[in-house]
T-cell receptor, first 113, second 113 residues
């Protein structure tokens, strides 16, 4: 079956440090991946996405890396700020016409000032 | 702001009752999906609507049903509420099936007592 899991349920970093959040997926047919940030009491906020024909994509202060060989996804946040504190989810879509996303449990990122 | 609006934001229902949750998708987005997020978990796909028809369903019983209207807004209906239905219900919209970006609303918090 499909599953998306996260290696670390919690991550605590100092303000200004770089953060790396990891994610493993099991469905080799997945061709699209998204990282979401969810603050307490709010809906998931789109951060960055990547398709399976890429292995790296950069946004503003964020980079997503995809390793299809080991089915691993990571989100790197540069110069982490207190406002980055939230739960981060990776989600995968197996492709095709049905755009279902499969989410993992999430990683709680805490940024200490 | 994602342009996806949901109502109500919070509600309390009694076991056995029925509930209707509403979603207005981002302008131009014709695909709407609903997710259930239990406390401390990642969102779980309920179903998706495209051009007013259900297009894909997750592992949820038939008492979870939905509608999509010509203006692409959507409703989620849950009959015979159970205590375990207590969760955050999220609506997500995208421009079309296979579109890169899926935006979530802030959700409707449902408590069943």
């Amino acid at each position: 079956g499909e599953s998306v899991g996260l290696h670390l349920p919690t991550l605590s970093v100092q303000e200004g440090d770089n953060s790396i959040i990891n994610c493993a997926y099991s469905n080799s047919a997945s061709d699209y991946f998204i990282w979401y940030k969810q603050e307490s009491g709010k809906g998931p906020q789109f951060i960055i996405d990547i398709r399976s024909n890429m292995d790296k994509r950069q946004g503003q202060r964020v980079t997503v890396l995809l390793n299809k060989t080991v089915k691993h996804l990571s989100l790197q946040i540069a110069a982490t700020q207190p406002g980055d504190s939230a739960v981060y989810f990776c989600a995968e879509n197996p492709g095709g016409s049905n755009y279902k996303l499969t989410f993992g449990k999430g990683t709680l990122l805490t940024v200490n000032p | 702001e994602t342009g996806v609006t949901q109502s109500p934001t919070h509600l309390i229902k009694t076991r056995g009752q029925q509930v209707t949750l509403r979603c207005s998708s981002q302008s131009g987005h014709n695909t709407v999906s609903w997710y259930q997020q239990a406390l401390g978990q990642g969102p779980q796909f309920i179903f998706q609507y495209y051009r007013e028809e259900e297009n894909g369903r997750g592992n949820f019983p038939p008492r979870f049903s939905g509608l999509q209207f010509p203006n692409y807004s959507s409703e989620l209906n849950v009959n015979a509420l159970e205590l375990d239905d207590s969760a955050l219900y999220l609506c997500a919209s995208s421009a079309q099936q296979g579109s890169n970006t899926i935006y979530f609303g802030e959700g409707s918090w449902l408590t069943v007592v």
